[in-house]
C-alpha cells in the first residue's frame, strides 16, 4: 500500500492521543476534538471501511473533575483518575457518534488479553463480530485495574496489536506532532519526513520523549516502536495529527507514511512474535542459530546449550545464540525440568532411553518464528 492508496483500506484502527482530546494537562475533554475524529470515522464508514478507535484520554479526562493540575505520577491515583475519566470520554464517544447514527461499544484491554492465547482469540472475536455488527469499538487499557508490573504502557502499543488483533489494512496514529521530522520540530529548518520505508533507517537521534502537552505516556519513541511492529507483520501506518487527519487518510502528502515492508503472517505468528510473554530461554549453538535462520527447521534437543528460566511444556520461550542474541521465539513442548537430561543430544537417543514420546522437537517449526 502506498499514500495513493490509503483511502481504500478496508480495515482500520485509528489511535488517538490524550493530548489531542484534552489539551493541556488538567483541562476537560475537547467536545470538537472528539466530534471531529468522528466525523472521520463515519466518512471512512460511508465508504464501506471498518473502523475500531483506539482512545486515550480517560486518565487525562479525569484530572479535572478530581482537581488534579496535572498527570498523577502514582499509580493509584492514576486508576482513579482513570475511573472518572473513562465514564465521561465514553459518553461523548457515544453522543458523537449518535450524530452519525453510529453504534460505539467501550473495549478495556489488559495485558492478560493479549499475552494469553486464550484471552488473544476471545478479544479477537469479539471485535470482529462487534465489525460485523456495524459497531465502531472505542478500546482503551483498562487502567483503572491494570498494575504497573502488566501494563501495555502506551497506548501506541496497543493500537499496534490491536491492528494485529483485527488484521487491519492501517494503523493510523494522530498525535499533538503532525508527523515525523528529521530534527525536533521546532527547531529553525527542521523537515517532516513524509515517507518512510524501514523503520530500521529511522536516525534514533530524532526520536524525543512525551509529547508536547505532558498529558500522554508515549512520545515519538513509541510510535516509531507501534510501525516497527505493525510495518513488519505487513501492516502500513499513517502518524499525523488531528487537523490534518482528514486529508491525510484521503492520500494528502501530510503527516509520515510507514511502508510496510513484510508479507502478513497468521494471527497465530503475529501474537507469538509481540503480545506473548517469554516465561524463559533456550540457548542455542551455532549450528542451530543456521539451521532456524536459514532453513527454517524446528529446533532439536541436539541444539541446545542452555536455558534460562521456569516454563512448562506449552509456554512461549525465546531462543537465543550464545552471544545472548534473541533470534526466534517459540512454544517449547518440554518442561523446563526436563530439558537439562535432552540438551545435545538426538532425538532417537532420546527415544531408546527415555520411551518414544521424547522422540521429537523440542520446539516444532509451526510454533516458533524468527524475530
Known amino acids: 500500500m502506498n499514500r495513493a492508496e490509503i483511502s481504500r483500506a478496508k480495515r482500520i484502527v485509528i489511535k488517538i492521543g490524550s493530548s489531542s482530546l484534552t489539551g493541556s494537562a488538567g483541562s476537560q475533554l475537547d467536545t470538537q476534538a472528539v466530534d471531529t475524529l468522528t466525523d472521520i470515522v463515519a466518512e471512512a464508514r460511508s465508504r464501506g471501511a471498518e473502523v475500531c478507535v483506539v482512545s486515550s484520554g480517560a486518565i487525562a479526562a479525569g484530572l479535572a473533575p478530581l482537581g488534579l493540575k496535572a498527570r498523577p505520577k502514582d499509580l493509584a491515583t492514576q486508576q482513579a483518575a482513570a475511573s472518572v475519566g473513562q465514564g465521561l470520554l465514553m459518553h461523548r464517544y457515544t453522543e458523537s457518534f449518535a450524530r452519525h447514527e453510529l453504534t460505539a461499544s467501550q473495549v478495556l484491554l489488559t495485558t492478560e488479553d493479549v499475552i494469553h492465547r486464550a484471552h488473544y482469540q476471545n478479544a479477537q472475536r469479539t471485535l470482529d463480530r462487534l465489525l460485523a455488527l456495524g459497531v465502531v469499538p472505542v478500546i482503551n487499557e483498562n487502567d483503572t485495574v491494570a498494575t504497573q508490573e502488566i501494563r501495555f ?43 518512510v520505508a524501514s523503520v530500521s533507517e529511522i536516525d534514533e537521534s530524532i526520536i524525543g520523549g512525551i509529547g508536547s502537552a505532558g498529558v500522554g505516556s ?34 494528502a502528502d501530510l503527516g509520515t507514511f ?45 541444539g541446545v546449550t542452555a536455558i534460562e528460566g521456569d516454563f512448562s511444556a506449552g509456554d512461549a520461550v525465546e531462543i537465543s545464540s550464545q552471544s545472548g542474541v534473541v533470534i526466534a521465539r517459540g512454544l517449547v513442548a518440554f518442561d523446563a525440568s526436563e ?33
Open 153 to 195: 504502557g502506551d497506548n501506541d502499543r496497543l493500537a499496534a496489536l490491536v491492528a494485529l488483533m483485527i488484521a487491519a489494512d492501517l494503523l493510523i496514529l494522530i498525535s499533538d506532532i503532525d508527523g515525523l521530522y528529521d530534527a525536533p520540530p521546532k527547531e529553525p529548518g527542521a523537515e517532516r519526513i513524509s515517507d
Open 339 to 371: 530439558i537439562p537430561m535432552m540438551m545435545g543430544r538426538s532425538t532417537k537417543d532420546l527415544a531408546k532411553e527415555l520411551g518414544p514420546e521424547y522422540e521429537r522437537e523440542l520446539v516444532h517449526r509451526d510454533d516458533l518464528v524468527l524475530i
Open 218 to 251: 508515549g512520545g515519538m519513541i513509541t510510535k516509531v516502536e507501534a510501525a516497527r511492529i505493525v510495518t513488519g507483520a505487513g501492516i502500513p501506518m499513517l502518524l499525523t495529527s488531528l487537523p490534518q487527519a482528514r486529508e491525510a487518510i484521503f492520500g
Open 258 to 302: 510507514f511502508r510496510a515492508h513484510a508479507s502478513r503472517s497468521n494471527s497465530r505468528m503475529l501474537w507469538l512474535a509481540h503480545a506473548s510473554t517469554p516465561h524463559g530461554r533456550l540457548i542455542v549453538d551455532d549450528g542451530a542459530v543456521t539451521a532456524l535462520l536459514e532453513r527454517g527447521v524446528s529446533l532439536l534437543p541436539a
